[in-house]
């Protein structure tokens, strides 16, 4: 099993880790379960948003493979914003003008904040795809197999996996991060940047940054052996 952190419109770094996970999967022998979970935030921060989309659309690369697309907290920010909800200044501050340029769309500095939103959102509209939208719309809140639970962010302590609400699974961090109790399986997860992958007895964080670093890791659970694939630095 193969799971992908946060690409944040990195098409690049998510062609290159695809073919070493096909690769590694070509080699794996012991692998029972070949799947490949994605947990979130394809869009906004890096350059390539609109191309990450059209790739996964397409799943050239890993063809056949099943794969589950989890939702990620700037995706929500993007599929409400296409919605016409009124999350466009804060999707803006975290990334958001990125995704409209890859989608040729500019704010224009001559309107006021409001007018400026309301001009981008209507360029946009005629601008993403019906695939995009349909991709955005499928995509799925968590997912458990075996021994692990996978989520963009992270899990309520206390709350059983069955009872976590989209809120927190999108978008916790603490308590989350320093809780060192036990859920049901273990969590694997993205949205909090480390260096490296966060490996816990609870948990396992693999968002390390990207869209700025070149570091886009993928977890590969293999029997009991817990191992990584990731792109060199930029």
Same mark, same amino acid.
């Given at each position: 099993m193969y799971a992908?952190?946060?690409?944040?419109?990195?098409?690049?770094?998510?062609?290159?880790? /695809?073919?070493? #996970?096909?690769?590694?999967?070509s080699r794996a022998h012991?692998?029972?379960?070949?799947?490949v979970v994605y947990l979130g935030d394809y869009v906004d921060r890096g350059s390539g948003s609109r191309q990450v989309l059209d790739? +996964? #659309?397409?799943n050239e690369i890993l /063809?056949?493979?099943?794969?589950?697309?989890?939702?990620?907290?700037?995706? +929500? &920010?993007? %599929?409400?914003f296409l919605r016409g909800?009124?999350?466009?200044?804060? &999707?803006?501050?975290?990334?958001?003008e990125a995704t409209l340029a890859s989608y040729g769309v500019a704010l224009d500095a001559k309107l006021a904040p409001g007018q400026r939103l309301a001009r981008a959102a209507e360029? +946009? !509209?005629? %601008? #993403?795809p019906a695939a995009h939208r349909? +991709?955005?719309? %499928?995509? /799925? !809140?968590?997912?458990?197999?075996?021994?692990?639970?996978?989520?963009?962010?992270?899990i309520r302590p206390g709350v059983p996996l !069955?009872?976590?609400? /989209?809120?927190d699974l999108f978008w916790i961090r603490e308590p989350f991060l320093s809780w060192s109790g036990d859920a049901e399986k273990i969590v694997v997860h993205g949205h909090t940047i480390g260096q490296q992958p966060q490996i816990r007895r609870n948990r396992i964080g693999i968002d390390t940054g990207a869209y700025s670093t070149g570091v886009l890791t993928c977890l590969v659970l293999e029997g009991t052996e817990i191992r990584f694939l990731a792109t060199a630095p930029d």
């Open positions: 992908i952190g946060d690409i944040h419109g990195r098409r690049d770094l998510l062609e290159r880790l /695809e073919t070493a #996970v096909a690769e590694d999967l012991r692998l029972l379960r070949p799947i790739h +996964l #659309v397409r /063809e056949g493979m099943p794969r589950v697309l989890l939702r990620g907290n700037h995706d +929500l &920010w993007f %599929r409400e909800a009124p999350v466009g200044e804060s &999707w803006l501050q975290f990334g958001g360029q +946009l !509209a005629d %601008r #993403v349909r +991709l955005l719309d %499928r995509l /799925e !809140a968590a997912f458990g197999l075996g021994d692990y639970f996978f989520c963009h962010a992270g !069955a009872r976590q609400s /989209e809120e």
